[in-house]
């Protein structure tokens, strides 16, 4: 309908100039008046189709965005019903687990109270041996109470009531440090009389000592510590032990008395 104008006056002219066509003006002026008053017409109707097709758009647009919250709902409501299914499945099973429970509960419970009972015992145990170690530590040499003194302090310090593995080391400990110097020759120098000496240890058994003018004796452990008793006769064969040991002279056999105790119930 836009551009559907008429020029009244030429389309008038025209007419008048052919006498052959006859058109009443009567026809003519309402169909002006009819194409001229359209117009606003033709507006609102291109606003009404506008809306109709931003309506239509939107509905679309609503119907998708529907249609993904309707699947994912579909999606967390199927979630939710197996998630249901497994909570009744637990909760029929939870009431014939109950013996099982019951048994284990039990179970555990026996097992705590015999491990509650060991270490008692292991603390009472460890409480004895202490003071048989403690006693036995008086019987080392000075060179294996210096290597052990870390350990008979802790062992000292500890005390029934208190966690029984600190004390078990203790004593592991000083058992271990015994055996390894009973296995060996221990070569050092101490002080004998206001004279500085050479002893040599027999491992925990005995040992002998000897400095440069004569002197020399043999030392053996007691309840109290060690006992050393001068015996220059052995002087000689003291030194030449030692003289071996620093490879200045060849190896060859050397007597030296020992003494053995024999403890009663040992």
Do not use: C
Not at 181 to 190: C, D, G, P, S
Request: glycine share 6%; aromatic share 6%.
């Amino acid at each position: 309908m836009d551009g559907a104008w008429f020029n009244f006056p030429d389309f008038f002219s025209s007419f008048q100039s052919q006498s052959s066509m006859k058109i009443p003006l009567l026809i003519l002026f309402p169909l002006g008046i009819m194409t001229h008053a359209t117009e606003p017409e033709v507006v609102v109707l291109r606003e009404t189709i506008a809306k109709v097709v931003d309506l239509k758009n939107q509905t679309s647009q609503e119907k998708n965005t529907w249609e993904l919250e309707k699947a994912s709902m579909a999606q967390l409501l199927d979630l939710h019903k197996k998630e249901l299914a497994l909570l009744n499945e637990e909760l029929a099973t939870s009431g014939q687990s109950t013996d099982g429970y019951d048994a284990k509960k039990k179970e555990a419970e026996s097992r705590i109270e015999f491990l509650k009972n060991s270490k008692s015992l292991v603390a009472d145990t460890i409480a004895l041996e202490k003071l048989t170690t403690l006693a036995l530590s008086k019987r080392f040499p000075a060179p294996l109470l210096k290597e052990a003194a870390a350990d008979i302090a802790k062992l000292k310090e500890w005390q029934q009531g208190e966690e029984p593995r600190q004390g078990l080391q203790a004593i592991l400990g000083i058992v271990a440090q015994a055996e390894q110097f009973n296995r060996r020759l221990t070569r050092v120098k101490e002080e004998r009389d206001g004279r500085q000496v050479e002893v040599l240890y027999l491992g925990l058994a005995t040992a002998y000592y000897a400095d440069r003018n004569g002197t020399a004796g043999i030392g053996t452990p007691g309840p109290d510590g060690w006992t050393w008793t001068e015996q220059n006769d052995v002087h000689d064969e003291v030194t030449l032990v030692l003289a071996q040991l620093d490879k200045k002279r060849p190896p060859e056999l050397v007597s030296l008395p020992v003494k053995i105790e024999v403890q009663s119930g040992q």
